[in-house]
Protein backbone atom coordinates (compact mmCIF):
# COMPACT_ATOMS: atom_id res chain seq x y z
CA UNK A 1 0.00 0.00 0.00
CA UNK A 2 2.47 2.63 0.90
CA UNK A 3 4.05 1.81 -2.60
CA UNK A 4 1.31 2.72 -4.66
CA UNK A 5 0.79 5.44 -2.64
CA UNK A 6 3.75 6.95 -3.44
CA UNK A 7 3.23 6.01 -7.20
CA UNK A 8 -0.05 7.74 -7.63
CA UNK A 9 1.60 10.76 -5.92
CA UNK A 10 4.58 10.89 -8.15
CA UNK A 11 1.42 10.52 -11.02
CA UNK A 12 -0.34 13.41 -9.62
CA UNK A 13 2.73 15.51 -9.48
CA UNK A 14 3.71 14.77 -12.91
CA UNK A 15 0.23 15.14 -14.31
CA UNK A 16 0.42 18.94 -13.00
CA UNK A 17 3.44 19.68 -14.75
CA UNK A 18 2.76 22.23 -17.35
CA UNK A 19 2.85 20.34 -21.17
CA UNK A 20 5.78 22.20 -22.03
CA UNK A 21 7.52 19.97 -19.05
CA UNK A 22 5.32 17.05 -19.50
CA UNK A 23 7.02 16.14 -23.06
CA UNK A 24 10.46 17.42 -22.51
CA UNK A 25 10.11 15.02 -19.57
CA UNK A 26 9.37 12.13 -22.23
CA UNK A 27 11.78 13.35 -25.08
CA UNK A 28 14.45 12.54 -22.45
CA UNK A 29 13.51 9.77 -20.66
CA UNK A 30 13.33 8.10 -24.51
CA UNK A 31 16.13 9.87 -25.04
CA UNK A 32 18.03 8.21 -21.93
CA UNK A 33 16.39 4.48 -22.83
CA UNK A 34 18.10 4.79 -26.30
CA UNK A 35 21.06 5.98 -24.95
CA UNK A 36 21.55 3.45 -22.64
CA UNK A 37 20.34 0.65 -24.84
CA UNK A 38 23.25 1.82 -27.93
CA UNK A 39 25.79 2.36 -25.17
CA UNK A 40 24.86 -1.16 -23.81
CA UNK A 41 25.04 -2.68 -27.57
CA UNK A 42 28.25 -0.64 -28.60
CA UNK A 43 30.08 -2.10 -25.40
CA UNK A 44 28.74 -5.35 -25.94
CA UNK A 45 30.00 -4.84 -29.80
CA UNK A 46 33.37 -3.55 -28.78
CA UNK A 47 34.42 -5.94 -26.22
CA UNK A 48 33.72 -8.87 -28.09
CA UNK A 49 35.49 -7.31 -31.69
CA UNK A 50 38.26 -7.13 -28.97
CA UNK A 51 38.23 -10.25 -28.09
CA UNK A 52 38.09 -12.08 -31.52
CA UNK A 53 40.87 -9.72 -32.81
CA UNK A 54 43.05 -10.67 -29.97
CA UNK A 55 42.02 -14.13 -30.59
CA UNK A 56 43.03 -14.09 -34.29
CA UNK A 57 46.47 -12.45 -33.26
CA UNK A 58 47.37 -15.51 -30.81
CA UNK A 59 46.04 -17.91 -33.55
CA UNK A 60 48.47 -15.62 -36.25
CA UNK A 61 51.45 -16.04 -33.44
CA UNK A 62 51.20 -19.55 -32.55
CA UNK A 63 51.45 -19.95 -36.69
CA UNK A 64 54.38 -18.08 -36.68
CA UNK A 65 56.11 -19.62 -33.31
CA UNK A 66 55.24 -23.40 -35.25
CA UNK A 67 58.12 -22.40 -37.86
CA UNK A 68 60.62 -21.79 -35.09
CA UNK A 69 60.44 -25.33 -33.17
CA UNK A 70 63.25 -28.20 -33.20
CA UNK A 71 63.20 -31.13 -31.68
CA UNK A 72 66.50 -31.63 -29.08
CA UNK A 73 67.34 -34.29 -26.73
CA UNK A 74 63.57 -35.51 -26.13
CA UNK A 75 62.24 -32.08 -25.91
CA UNK A 76 61.20 -29.13 -27.87
CA UNK A 77 62.38 -26.21 -28.36
CA UNK A 78 62.91 -22.69 -30.04
CA UNK A 79 65.65 -23.00 -32.24
CA UNK A 80 68.04 -19.64 -32.55
CA UNK A 81 69.41 -18.51 -36.33
CA UNK A 82 69.26 -15.08 -37.69
CA UNK A 83 65.80 -15.18 -38.81
CA UNK A 84 63.77 -16.69 -36.12
CA UNK A 85 66.00 -14.29 -33.48
CA UNK A 86 64.19 -11.38 -35.32
CA UNK A 87 60.75 -13.05 -35.25
CA UNK A 88 61.56 -13.98 -31.30
CA UNK A 89 62.31 -10.13 -31.12
CA UNK A 90 59.31 -8.91 -32.62
CA UNK A 91 56.85 -10.81 -30.93
CA UNK A 92 58.69 -9.74 -27.32
CA UNK A 93 58.25 -6.36 -28.09
CA UNK A 94 54.51 -7.07 -29.15
CA UNK A 95 53.44 -8.37 -25.76
CA UNK A 96 53.57 -11.91 -26.77
CA UNK A 97 54.69 -14.38 -24.40
CA UNK A 98 55.42 -18.02 -25.51
CA UNK A 99 56.46 -21.20 -23.77
CA UNK A 100 56.52 -24.40 -24.61
CA UNK A 101 55.50 -27.61 -22.13
CA UNK A 102 55.53 -31.12 -21.76
CA UNK A 103 52.27 -33.07 -21.14
CA UNK A 104 52.75 -32.56 -17.66
CA UNK A 105 53.41 -29.16 -17.39
CA UNK A 106 56.77 -28.76 -17.13
CA UNK A 107 58.43 -25.48 -19.35
CA UNK A 108 60.73 -26.59 -21.95
CA UNK A 109 61.63 -23.32 -23.52
CA UNK A 110 59.83 -20.12 -24.20
CA UNK A 111 60.25 -15.87 -24.73
CA UNK A 112 58.81 -13.01 -23.44
CA UNK A 113 57.93 -12.69 -19.41
CA UNK A 114 56.57 -16.45 -19.12
CA UNK A 115 58.01 -16.92 -16.12
CA UNK A 116 54.90 -14.85 -14.56
CA UNK A 117 52.73 -17.09 -15.85
CA UNK A 118 51.28 -19.93 -13.37
CA UNK A 119 52.04 -23.49 -14.67
CA UNK A 120 49.11 -25.13 -15.57
CA UNK A 121 48.68 -28.57 -17.89
CA UNK A 122 45.98 -27.97 -20.76
CA UNK A 123 43.71 -30.21 -20.72
CA UNK A 124 42.45 -29.31 -24.33
CA UNK A 125 42.91 -27.13 -27.80
CA UNK A 126 41.91 -23.97 -27.13
CA UNK A 127 41.97 -20.32 -25.21
CA UNK A 128 42.00 -20.18 -21.75
CA UNK A 129 41.81 -16.79 -18.93
CA UNK A 130 44.29 -16.84 -16.46
CA UNK A 131 44.80 -14.48 -13.44
CA UNK A 132 48.33 -13.56 -12.65
CA UNK A 133 50.34 -10.77 -11.27
CA UNK A 134 47.13 -8.86 -10.98
CA UNK A 135 46.86 -9.07 -14.39
CA UNK A 136 44.52 -11.32 -17.04
CA UNK A 137 45.77 -13.34 -19.41
CA UNK A 138 44.57 -15.04 -22.54
CA UNK A 139 46.18 -17.91 -22.95
CA UNK A 140 46.19 -20.14 -26.36
CA UNK A 141 47.44 -23.66 -25.85
CA UNK A 142 48.01 -26.10 -29.20
CA UNK A 143 48.59 -29.58 -28.50
CA UNK A 144 52.28 -30.20 -30.95
CA UNK A 145 53.98 -33.17 -31.49
CA UNK A 146 57.77 -33.30 -33.23
CA UNK A 147 59.27 -37.01 -33.99
CA UNK A 148 58.26 -38.63 -31.22
CA UNK A 149 58.38 -35.95 -28.75
CA UNK A 150 54.98 -34.38 -27.86
CA UNK A 151 53.98 -31.53 -25.66
CA UNK A 152 52.31 -27.92 -25.54
CA UNK A 153 52.67 -24.92 -26.90
CA UNK A 154 50.90 -21.87 -25.09
CA UNK A 155 50.38 -18.20 -26.39
CA UNK A 156 49.52 -15.54 -23.99
CA UNK A 157 48.71 -11.68 -24.12
CA UNK A 158 47.34 -9.86 -21.22
CA UNK A 159 44.16 -8.20 -21.78
CA UNK A 160 45.40 -5.13 -19.65
CA UNK A 161 44.87 -3.29 -23.09
CA UNK A 162 41.51 -4.68 -23.73
CA UNK A 163 40.36 -3.62 -20.02
CA UNK A 164 42.03 -0.25 -20.79
CA UNK A 165 39.70 0.40 -23.74
CA UNK A 166 37.08 -0.88 -22.45
CA UNK A 167 37.05 1.07 -19.09
CA UNK A 168 37.69 4.43 -21.28
CA UNK A 169 34.47 4.32 -23.36
CA UNK A 170 32.94 3.15 -20.29
CA UNK A 171 33.95 6.19 -18.50
CA UNK A 172 33.19 8.49 -21.71
CA UNK A 173 29.59 7.05 -21.84
CA UNK A 174 29.32 8.09 -18.31
CA UNK A 175 30.94 11.46 -18.73
CA UNK A 176 28.93 11.92 -21.66
CA UNK A 177 25.60 10.43 -20.72
CA UNK A 178 24.33 13.52 -18.49
CA UNK A 179 26.03 16.16 -20.65
CA UNK A 180 23.92 14.62 -23.69
CA UNK A 181 20.86 14.32 -21.51
CA UNK A 182 20.82 18.31 -20.36
CA UNK A 183 21.65 19.36 -23.71
CA UNK A 184 18.32 17.42 -25.07
CA UNK A 185 16.73 18.79 -21.86
CA UNK A 186 17.30 22.68 -23.39
CA UNK A 187 17.13 21.44 -26.70
CA UNK A 188 13.41 20.09 -26.18
CA UNK A 189 12.22 23.15 -24.21
CA UNK A 190 12.89 25.32 -26.70
CA UNK A 191 11.17 22.66 -29.12
CA UNK A 192 8.35 22.45 -27.01
CA UNK A 193 8.02 26.08 -26.29
CA UNK A 194 8.41 26.87 -30.36
CA UNK A 195 5.68 23.90 -31.32
CA UNK A 196 3.33 24.99 -28.24
CA UNK A 197 3.12 28.73 -28.48
CA UNK A 198 0.47 28.68 -30.73
CA UNK A 199 -1.46 26.96 -27.73
CA UNK A 200 -0.57 29.71 -25.58
CA UNK A 201 -2.01 32.38 -28.42
CA UNK A 202 -5.38 30.59 -28.42
CA UNK A 203 -5.05 30.29 -24.24
CA UNK A 204 -4.59 34.49 -24.14
CA UNK A 205 -6.96 34.34 -26.90
CA UNK A 206 -9.73 32.12 -25.49
CA UNK A 207 -9.16 34.24 -21.94
CA UNK A 208 -10.18 37.39 -23.93
CA UNK A 209 -13.34 36.63 -25.24
CA UNK A 210 -16.63 37.02 -23.33
CA UNK A 211 -20.31 37.91 -24.65
CA UNK A 212 -19.26 41.15 -25.15
CA UNK A 213 -16.07 40.83 -26.79
CA UNK A 214 -15.78 37.93 -29.61
CA UNK A 215 -14.11 40.04 -32.33
CA UNK A 216 -10.43 38.07 -30.90
CA UNK A 217 -8.89 35.74 -33.07
CA UNK A 218 -5.32 33.55 -33.56
CA UNK A 219 -4.91 34.49 -36.91
CA UNK A 220 -2.20 31.97 -36.86
CA UNK A 221 0.83 32.43 -39.71
CA UNK A 222 2.88 29.18 -39.01
CA UNK A 223 2.71 25.82 -40.86
CA UNK A 224 -0.34 24.26 -41.30
CA UNK A 225 0.65 21.02 -38.92
CA UNK A 226 -1.56 19.90 -35.94
CA UNK A 227 -1.53 22.87 -33.65
CA UNK A 228 -1.66 24.77 -37.01
CA UNK A 229 -5.17 22.95 -38.18
CA UNK A 230 -6.11 23.50 -34.27
CA UNK A 231 -5.53 27.12 -34.68
CA UNK A 232 -7.55 27.45 -37.95
CA UNK A 233 -10.41 25.30 -37.04
CA UNK A 234 -10.98 27.72 -33.39
CA UNK A 235 -10.66 30.70 -35.38
CA UNK A 236 -13.36 29.46 -37.51
CA UNK A 237 -15.52 27.87 -34.78
CA UNK A 238 -15.09 31.66 -33.41
CA UNK A 239 -16.45 33.23 -36.73
CA UNK A 240 -19.50 31.09 -36.35
CA UNK A 241 -19.87 32.31 -32.76
CA UNK A 242 -19.58 35.62 -33.78
CA UNK A 243 -22.16 34.91 -36.71
CA UNK A 244 -24.65 33.40 -34.23
CA UNK A 245 -24.23 35.52 -31.83
CA UNK A 246 -24.46 38.81 -34.22
CA UNK A 247 -27.48 36.72 -35.63
CA UNK A 248 -29.27 36.41 -31.56
CA UNK A 249 -28.49 40.38 -30.85
CA UNK A 250 -30.00 41.39 -34.12
CA UNK A 251 -33.04 38.98 -33.95
CA UNK A 252 -33.34 40.48 -30.50
CA UNK A 253 -33.33 43.87 -31.36
CA UNK A 254 -35.87 43.14 -33.71
CA UNK A 255 -38.06 41.15 -32.14
CA UNK A 256 -38.17 43.44 -29.56
CA UNK A 257 -39.13 46.20 -32.35
CA UNK A 258 -41.66 43.95 -33.46
CA UNK A 259 -43.49 43.68 -30.15
CA UNK A 260 -43.02 47.17 -29.22
CA UNK A 261 -44.27 49.11 -32.14
CA UNK A 262 -47.98 47.31 -31.57
CA UNK A 263 -47.70 47.36 -28.17
CA UNK A 264 -46.79 51.74 -27.96
CA UNK A 265 -49.68 51.80 -30.55
CA UNK A 266 -52.24 49.64 -28.42
CA UNK A 267 -51.17 51.70 -25.39
CA UNK A 268 -51.77 54.47 -27.07
CA UNK A 269 -55.09 54.00 -28.53
CA UNK A 270 -56.05 53.01 -24.71
CA UNK A 271 -54.37 56.56 -23.83
CA UNK A 272 -56.35 58.71 -26.28
CA UNK A 273 -59.87 56.71 -25.56
CA UNK A 274 -59.78 57.19 -21.75
CA UNK A 275 -59.03 60.54 -22.20
CA UNK A 276 -62.39 61.79 -22.30
CA UNK A 277 -65.64 59.62 -22.70
CA UNK A 278 -66.43 58.86 -25.94
CA UNK A 279 -69.14 57.48 -27.98
CA UNK A 280 -70.40 53.88 -27.93
CA UNK A 281 -69.60 54.20 -32.02
CA UNK A 282 -65.88 55.48 -31.18
CA UNK A 283 -65.20 52.70 -28.67
CA UNK A 284 -66.13 50.18 -30.93
CA UNK A 285 -63.64 51.64 -33.49
CA UNK A 286 -60.77 51.44 -31.08
CA UNK A 287 -61.74 48.07 -29.92
CA UNK A 288 -61.63 46.71 -33.39
CA UNK A 289 -58.16 48.57 -34.00
CA UNK A 290 -56.76 46.94 -30.71
CA UNK A 291 -57.67 43.80 -32.48
CA UNK A 292 -56.34 44.00 -35.30
CA UNK A 293 -53.12 44.76 -33.12
CA UNK A 294 -53.27 41.47 -30.91
CA UNK A 295 -53.79 39.97 -33.77
CA UNK A 296 -50.46 41.09 -35.30
CA UNK A 297 -48.71 40.46 -32.17
CA UNK A 298 -50.16 36.64 -32.27
CA UNK A 299 -49.17 36.30 -35.82
CA UNK A 300 -45.72 37.31 -34.52
CA UNK A 301 -45.41 34.94 -31.35
CA UNK A 302 -47.07 32.13 -33.55
CA UNK A 303 -44.39 32.87 -36.27
CA UNK A 304 -41.50 33.07 -33.40
CA UNK A 305 -42.18 29.77 -32.09
CA UNK A 306 -42.73 27.73 -35.30
CA UNK A 307 -39.39 28.92 -36.37
CA UNK A 308 -38.01 27.80 -32.59
CA UNK A 309 -39.37 24.71 -33.28
CA UNK A 310 -37.96 24.16 -36.50
CA UNK A 311 -34.24 24.44 -35.72
CA UNK A 312 -34.75 22.22 -32.36
CA UNK A 313 -37.30 19.80 -33.78
CA UNK A 314 -35.69 16.74 -35.81
CA UNK A 315 -38.04 15.66 -38.65
CA UNK A 316 -40.56 12.70 -39.05
CA UNK A 317 -41.06 12.00 -42.72
CA UNK A 318 -43.70 10.23 -44.59
CA UNK A 319 -45.07 10.12 -47.88
CA UNK A 320 -46.00 13.32 -49.28
CA UNK A 321 -48.14 13.62 -52.67
CA UNK A 322 -45.87 16.75 -54.20
CA UNK A 323 -48.40 17.33 -57.05
CA UNK A 324 -51.70 16.88 -55.58
CA UNK A 325 -50.72 19.29 -52.13
CA UNK A 326 -48.98 21.60 -54.89
CA UNK A 327 -52.77 21.64 -56.61
CA UNK A 328 -54.88 21.82 -53.45
CA UNK A 329 -52.68 24.86 -52.60
CA UNK A 330 -53.39 26.72 -55.86
CA UNK A 331 -56.87 26.23 -56.19
CA UNK A 332 -56.70 27.24 -52.53
CA UNK A 333 -55.15 30.86 -53.04
CA UNK A 334 -56.85 30.80 -56.72
CA UNK A 335 -59.79 33.00 -55.08
CA UNK A 336 -57.51 35.53 -53.32
CA UNK A 337 -55.61 35.99 -56.89
CA UNK A 338 -58.81 36.37 -59.11
CA UNK A 339 -59.72 39.74 -56.74
CA UNK A 340 -56.69 41.16 -58.18
CA UNK A 341 -57.51 39.37 -61.73
CA UNK A 342 -54.18 38.21 -61.17
CA UNK A 343 -53.48 34.83 -63.50
CA UNK A 344 -51.85 31.60 -62.02
CA UNK A 345 -50.45 29.28 -64.26
CA UNK A 346 -49.55 25.58 -63.26
CA UNK A 347 -46.82 23.42 -64.71
CA UNK A 348 -46.58 20.84 -62.38
CA UNK A 349 -45.13 16.72 -63.20
CA UNK A 350 -47.82 14.21 -62.14
CA UNK A 351 -46.90 11.36 -59.29
CA UNK A 352 -44.33 13.42 -57.53
CA UNK A 353 -43.41 11.59 -54.47
CA UNK A 354 -41.16 13.58 -51.92
CA UNK A 355 -40.20 12.50 -47.77
CA UNK A 356 -41.29 15.11 -45.60
CA UNK A 357 -43.55 16.51 -43.38
CA UNK A 358 -46.77 17.37 -45.16
CA UNK A 359 -47.96 20.59 -42.58
CA UNK A 360 -44.27 21.64 -43.19
CA UNK A 361 -44.15 22.10 -46.49
CA UNK A 362 -47.54 23.13 -47.19
CA UNK A 363 -46.63 25.82 -44.59
CA UNK A 364 -43.77 26.62 -46.75
CA UNK A 365 -45.72 26.37 -50.63
CA UNK A 366 -48.54 28.44 -48.86
CA UNK A 367 -46.09 31.74 -47.18
CA UNK A 368 -44.32 31.35 -51.40
CA UNK A 369 -47.31 31.89 -53.30
CA UNK A 370 -49.18 34.16 -50.43
CA UNK A 371 -46.18 36.56 -50.95
CA UNK A 372 -46.49 35.62 -54.83
CA UNK A 373 -50.20 37.27 -54.65
CA UNK A 374 -49.05 40.38 -52.00
CA UNK A 375 -46.48 41.49 -54.46
CA UNK A 376 -48.27 40.84 -57.58
CA UNK A 377 -49.53 43.95 -59.04
CA UNK A 378 -53.64 43.84 -60.25
CA UNK A 379 -53.43 41.54 -64.00
CA UNK A 380 -50.33 39.64 -63.35
CA UNK A 381 -49.08 36.60 -63.44
CA UNK A 382 -47.71 33.65 -61.12
CA UNK A 383 -46.51 30.35 -62.92
CA UNK A 384 -45.89 27.48 -60.59
CA UNK A 385 -43.91 25.10 -62.10
CA UNK A 386 -41.80 21.50 -61.04
CA UNK A 387 -38.58 20.05 -62.43
CA UNK A 388 -36.91 16.85 -61.68
CA UNK A 389 -33.35 17.25 -61.32
CA UNK A 390 -30.61 14.98 -59.94
CA UNK A 391 -32.01 13.21 -56.66
CA UNK A 392 -35.20 15.48 -56.31
CA UNK A 393 -37.40 17.93 -57.56
CA UNK A 394 -37.27 21.63 -58.10
CA UNK A 395 -40.67 23.47 -57.20
CA UNK A 396 -40.29 27.18 -59.60
CA UNK A 397 -42.61 29.87 -57.98
CA UNK A 398 -42.33 33.01 -60.75
CA UNK A 399 -44.27 36.46 -60.24
CA UNK A 400 -44.41 39.91 -62.50
CA UNK A 401 -44.00 42.76 -60.49
CA UNK A 402 -41.92 45.28 -59.20
CA UNK A 403 -39.18 42.64 -58.45
CA UNK A 404 -36.61 42.71 -55.74
CA UNK A 405 -33.31 44.79 -55.72
CA UNK A 406 -29.94 43.12 -55.76
CA UNK A 407 -28.92 44.84 -52.70
CA UNK A 408 -31.94 43.21 -50.52
CA UNK A 409 -31.50 39.52 -52.38
CA UNK A 410 -29.17 37.81 -49.80
CA UNK A 411 -30.91 39.42 -46.75
CA UNK A 412 -34.18 38.13 -47.86
CA UNK A 413 -34.32 34.96 -45.51
CA UNK A 414 -33.28 36.55 -42.74
CA UNK A 415 -35.96 37.73 -39.66
CA UNK A 416 -38.02 40.32 -39.70
CA UNK A 417 -35.96 41.70 -42.98
CA UNK A 418 -38.30 43.55 -45.30
CA UNK A 419 -37.82 44.42 -48.80
CA UNK A 420 -40.69 47.81 -48.41
CA UNK A 421 -41.46 48.22 -44.58
CA UNK A 422 -44.78 50.37 -45.04
CA UNK A 423 -46.29 47.83 -47.51
CA UNK A 424 -45.26 44.72 -45.45
CA UNK A 425 -47.54 46.37 -42.65
CA UNK A 426 -50.11 47.03 -44.77
CA UNK A 427 -50.58 43.17 -45.99
CA UNK A 428 -49.93 42.65 -42.27
CA UNK A 429 -46.63 40.85 -42.28
CA UNK A 430 -43.42 40.50 -39.75
CA UNK A 431 -40.67 39.35 -42.01
CA UNK A 432 -40.98 35.93 -40.97
CA UNK A 433 -42.61 34.24 -43.65
CA UNK A 434 -39.65 33.45 -45.42
CA UNK A 435 -37.28 32.92 -43.08
CA UNK A 436 -39.60 29.71 -41.98
CA UNK A 437 -39.55 28.75 -45.91
CA UNK A 438 -35.89 28.82 -45.37
CA UNK A 439 -35.69 26.72 -42.42
CA UNK A 440 -38.85 24.29 -43.49
CA UNK A 441 -36.52 23.39 -46.63
CA UNK A 442 -33.42 22.93 -44.71
CA UNK A 443 -34.96 20.73 -42.46
CA UNK A 444 -35.66 18.96 -45.20
CA UNK A 445 -31.96 18.65 -46.41
CA UNK A 446 -32.92 21.08 -49.30
CA UNK A 447 -32.71 24.93 -50.05
CA UNK A 448 -34.46 27.46 -51.01
CA UNK A 449 -33.02 30.34 -53.62
CA UNK A 450 -34.49 33.75 -55.11
CA UNK A 451 -33.59 35.94 -58.41
CA UNK A 452 -35.26 38.80 -59.43
CA UNK A 453 -34.85 41.07 -62.53
CA UNK A 454 -36.14 44.70 -61.34
CA UNK A 455 -39.39 45.56 -63.15
CA UNK A 456 -39.75 42.41 -64.52
CA UNK A 457 -39.93 39.12 -62.44
CA UNK A 458 -38.97 37.52 -58.99
CA UNK A 459 -38.19 33.40 -59.08
CA UNK A 460 -38.22 31.45 -55.74
CA UNK A 461 -36.64 27.84 -56.59
CA UNK A 462 -37.44 25.05 -53.89
CA UNK A 463 -35.61 21.98 -54.11
CA UNK A 464 -36.55 19.20 -52.45
CA UNK A 465 -34.37 15.63 -52.18
CA UNK A 466 -36.67 12.68 -53.38
CA UNK A 467 -35.15 10.85 -50.01
Known sequence: MPLIRIINQQQTRFNKMTLRVR???????????TLGLFSVYLYGLLKHNLSRQMDRTLEV??????????????????????????????LTEAGFVVRLTSRDGNVWDGFGHYQLLPQFVSQEIGFTNIKAQDKLWRIYSLKISLLNTQGWLQVSQPLQSVSKTLDHLLALMLLSFPLVLMIAACGGLFLADRALSPIERIIRTAEAINQDEITCRINYQGSLDEVGRLANTLDRMLDRLQTALDHERRFTADASH??????TVIKGRIGVTLSRLRSPQEYVNTLQQLDQEVDRLIRLANGLLFLTRLEQESLVTQTVELSHLLEILVEQLAPLAETKNIEIIQNIELNLIVYGHADYLTSLFLNLLDNAIKYTPNQGMITVT????DKGVNIVFTNTGLGISPQDLPHLFERFYRVEEARSRQTGGAGLGLAIA??????????????????????????????
Do not use: C, M
Not at 23 to 33: D, E, K, M, P, S
Not at 258 to 263: D, G, I, N, V
Open 23 to 33: LTAWYILLLGV
Open 61 to 90: TVSETLNLLIEQQGKIKLKHTLGSDSVIHN
Open 258 to 263: ELRTPL
Open 386 to 389: TALV
Open 438 to 467: YEIARLHQGFISVDSQPNQITTFTVNLPFQ
